[in-house]
């Protein structure tokens, strides 16, 4: 048996502890989709561990003829770079088992940055679950021989005549000169690009390029071989689904805007609160002057330590909601297209950026005066024209009409006449 460095009470603990921390999130879909993904985890890396304690068999130990070494392929490390691949694997494991658990903690305690990953994590803006809602979009249109599609290759029966492996042969590979990305995908990108919203909020997610750019001719200015053209066309799809963001089912999306409007009832969460153990009173004072002080010194007081890397929150309910309304701008809308039955429209709304509400998707009509007030039609500050600006300058005699100018002159006239007789 290879060596233990936690007992099974003490994963056991670590365990129930985390699943008691994730049912005091105060989102209800994150409560759900992590505590699934949390259990699924476990237990396979749980497997995995057995798998790497278990000892080797009498057989292996056994010399075998070089032929057969030579066949026999080399088991590929669990966890590389370790002598005693058990003890590294539960080692990370263990590693990785207390960061989530400190994530869940810290995002119950109201600290904004992990309780915006959870929520990133929970609706499919980042990890595992936004790679299987991209698998789901990309299977609404599927494209001939598809990298994030499964394989068809194993339940088809094997080729029968010589026409057959023609066929096979002759079929398509991924990213030749025929592929073509899916234009479910392309439309995606498209309205995340036009997407104002996900490009300032979160950096990672711009999308550069909607089509792979071949070169023609390579660095020696001979044609591109069909290899590289191959591998341009791989790294170009592989950068752009690490950045695409897919819709939401449509039970989250409704669940998520009822938590917006208040529709979905939402109460804060409630700490169970632990039994204090009671200490016996102590009848002597306590000393100060113990081997502690004499070696360390005085104790420092209250510091920001804890505040280092934020401070933590009262989870209410407007918090929470400025929270969701931020998840809320980087989920899709998905629509059927007004024009053509096979293809999707998307659209990102921009309902809060950076707690300022935007009137982009508003219609012109209904938004008020006041707001574009002074702005023409392209949204440019109008400047007013030399003469409207010498016009207001002007002594308010020469802005009056021809009544008051007549008058003025018709008394001047009269003021000289008398000037004469006297």
Known sequence: MSEVLFSPEQWRHLFRETLREISYLPDPVARRYLREQYITRFRQNAFKL?????????DQDQDHDDDQ???KKKRKPLVPYSSKPAVHLEAV???RANHFHHLIQRANEGYLNPLERVLLLAYGRIGPRRHALLRDLLRMEPEPQSPLLPTESKKNPPPQNTAEVKQILLAPRPFDDDWKPPTILIDLLRAQQKSKTVEDLRKGMRIKQLEPKVPEENAWGRPMPLVRRRNIRKKWFQNVTKSALPPLPEEDLKTLQGLIDGTVPWEPPVRRTRIQEQQPPSSSSPSYLDARFLACGPEKGPTFHRYASGRPHNITKRLMRRLWERIYTFVPLMDQHPTVPTRKTFTF??????GVVSVLNQDPAQAPEELF???DEVGRLVRPKKEEKSAAAAPPQ????DGDGSQGHAQNQGNDENHSRQ
Do not use: N, S, W
């Open 93 to 95: 494991l263990r590693r």
């Open 398 to 401: 020469q802005q009056d009409g």
């Open 69 to 71: 070494k030579k066949k």
């Open 373 to 375: 007030e002074g702005l």
């Open 349 to 354: 709304t921009q309902k809060y950026v950076g």
């Open 50 to 58: 057995r798998i790497a304690r278990k000892p080797p068999r009498e």
